[in-house]
Nanobody, 115 residues
């Protein structure tokens, strides 16, 4: 029922920045958690950052101090600074609500960090 549309991926040099956006097709009024995951070739999908409806954030150790997750109306953002080649992955937006019983994923956006 809920669609997540991602944008903002692309090619950037090491040390550069990108801002990812994920827009939900509807407003979630109750408790929810939105987050960003990423999956590099040959790797498991891993959590990057989350933000709750109350504004609480959480980050993977590998991105702390470099990435910032934020939320505006129906949209979650991931500001990525000081990008490293190891950040190269497909980034997926995720939404969970109704006590985690409902989960939605975006289709992914490619982030490539390379010289």
């Amino acid at each position: 029922q809920v669609q997540l549309v991602e944008s903002g991926g692309g090619l950037v040099q090491p040390g550069g920045s990108l801002r990812l956006s994920c827009a939900a097709s509807t407003t979630i009024l109750g408790f929810y958690v939105m987050g960003w995951y990423r999956q590099a070739p040959g790797k498991q999908r891993e959590l990057v950052a989350t933000i709750t409806s109350s504004g609480s954030t959480n980050y993977a150790d590998s991105v702390k101090g470099r990435f910032t997750i934020s939320n505006a109306k129906n949209t979650v953002y991931l500001q990525m600074n000081s990008l490293k080649p190891e950040d190269t992955a497909v980034y997926y937006c995720h939404l969970a609500f109704s006590a985690g019983t409902l989960n939605y994923w975006g289709q992914g956006t490619q982030v490539t960090v390379s010289s």
